[in-house]
């Protein structure tokens, strides 16, 4: 299983930092990502990182999101900086590879994050 938390509502320029426990086996080919919806707009990816700790990032948001893990806590956390109204949308970490929806098999639900002007 797979359960993300820390959303909310911040004001530009905030920083927020969302966490996923992730719970049961998964294959040690999955890392972990987070992927984000906006209203109205196609899930998109974010940020994944491996078992080893290599992470990778899509090239917008480079600078602003760092992707971390806790093996001993089994936690993948997401730290986001200088957050915009744009990044306002439900946030999902999922088990998985790469950075396409659909090489990720396991996903939890979405937390929400809302960035006021």
């Known amino acids: 299983q797979l359960q993300a938390s820390g959303g909310g509502l911040v004001h530009t320029g905030d920083s927020l930092r969302l966490s996923c426990a992730v719970s049961?086996?998964?294959?040690?080919?999955?890392?972990i990502g987070w992927f984000r919806q906006a209203p109205g707009k196609e899930r998109e990816f974010v940020a994944h990182i491996t078992w080893r700790g290599v992470t990778s990032y899509a090239d917008s948001l480079k600078g602003r999101v760092t992707i971390s893990r806790d093996n001993a806590e089994n936690t993948v956390s997401l730290q986001m900086i200088s957050l915009k109204p744009e990044d306002t949308a439900d946030y999902y970490c999922?088990?998985?590879?790469?950075?396409?929806?659909?090489?990720?098999?396991?996903w939890g639900q979405g937390t929400l994050v809302t960035v006021s002007a």
């Open positions: 049961g086996r998964f294959s040690d080919t999955y890392g």
């Open positions: 999922a088990a998985g590879v790469g950075t396409q929806e659909k090489r990720y098999r396991y």
